[in-house]
């Protein structure tokens, strides 16, 4: 039990429309529209069966309420764990969020023996939400009846491990609240990381600005927002986002032999880190820095955004 038997199975609950510029990629090409799949994810320890966030709702409430959706075959989260990985909702043990947007949260009541533990700062703003976050947290306002109404959240502070193995720390600026969540595996850390990025390529840098990381522009703090991709890059052997395509897609299950395990927190001569080095006794996990001479090459090689991502 443990480490060694951790798996991690990602559960697409379906797709949305959102921009390119206004969300995915800061000062990216606005106007341009992206089909971005919302994953959750089961986490099976080998003692506790653990879900990360919940995903999507179906069509008709996502796209009268949010952005547009389209399920093209995905099922909910709770018919998925039952009908593709045979596990029965009541053996749910405990849902940990990320954060409480709406496209993370549905359908929390089929886990009747679950423990639902979420950021308090998430907790708080969704029973609150500033008025610019109606929408986004599903307030009553909107005459929709919440995803969490019925349910009782245990709040989350400070970073901690939550469950033998799983560690939340805190990745605010895509929303108050956020936190990532970390999953000890025999190949490392495999982080997931919510919407703090939406994509890998949030982790590369925008040549043409300057940036160490091309960023999300969906932010209710970038500085923040900057912060916690820069703690997700130290931290992360593997990133699973939660609306990251290819990310999620290399394997039914990760770990898997021969995934491609990213570079910690690499620096990359001409571009700058903001905050500060690594955790405390995890420097030596830090890659060495990029020749330079392998940047031009390097950074040929990045795929710039577009909605085939
Ligand atoms: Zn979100």
């Given amino acids: 039990m443990g480490i060694a038997e951790t798996r991690i199975y990602p559960i697409n609950t379906g797709w949305l429309e959102a921009d ?72 749910i043990d405990a849902v940990v969020f990320t954060h409480l947007h709406w496209d993370h949260v549905q359908n929390m009541v089929k886990f009747r023996n679950a423990r639902f533990v979420a950021p308090r700062a998430e907790i708080e703003m969704a029973y609150n939400p500033l008025p610019l976050y109606y929408r986004t947290y599903e307030s009553v306002y909107l005459n929709v009846r919440p995803a969490y109404s019925e349910c009782v959240f245990e709040a989350v502070e400070n970073e901690c491990e939550v469950f033998p193995g799983i560690t939340m720390f805190h990745t605010p600026g895509h929303s108050v609240g956020h936190m990532a969540v970390s999953v000890a595996t025999s190949v490392g850390e495999i982080v997931v990381c919510g919407d703090a990025i939406f994509n890998l390529r949030n982790l590369e840098p925008n040549a ?70 690594m955790p405390m006794d995890t420097a030596e996990r830090a890659a060495a820095a990029m020749n330079p001479e392998d940047v031009k090459d390097y950074l040929a090689s990045l795929t710039p955004p577009s909605p085939n991502m």
């Avoid at 593997?238 to 491609?260: T, W």
Wanted: proline share 6%; hydrophobic share 30%.
């Fill in 20 to 91: 390119l510029g206004t969300y995915v990629f800061w000062k990216g090409p606005a106007g341009k529209k992206i089909w971005q799949p919302v994953f959750c994810h089961y986490v099976d320890t080998g003692t506790q069966k653990i879900l990360i966030d919940t995903g999507l709702c179906d069509e008709a409430r996502a796209s009268r309420y949010h952005h547009k959706c389209e399920k093209r075959g995905c099922l909910q989260v709770h018919e998925h764990l039952e009908q593709v990985l045979g596990v029965h909702p009541d053996e």
């Fill in 208 to 277: 043409a600005e300057g940036w160490r990381y091309w960023v999300p522009a969906r932010f209710v703090n970038s500085y923040e927002g900057w912060k916690s991709v820069e703690e997700i890059d130290k931290r992360s052997d593997y990133v699973l986002p939660c609306h990251d395509r290819l990310a999620n897609e290399r394997s039914n299950v990760f770990p898997y032999d021969g995934m491609p395990l990213r570079k910690r927190r690499q620096f990359i001569p001409g571009f700058k880190f903001y905050f500060g080095d």
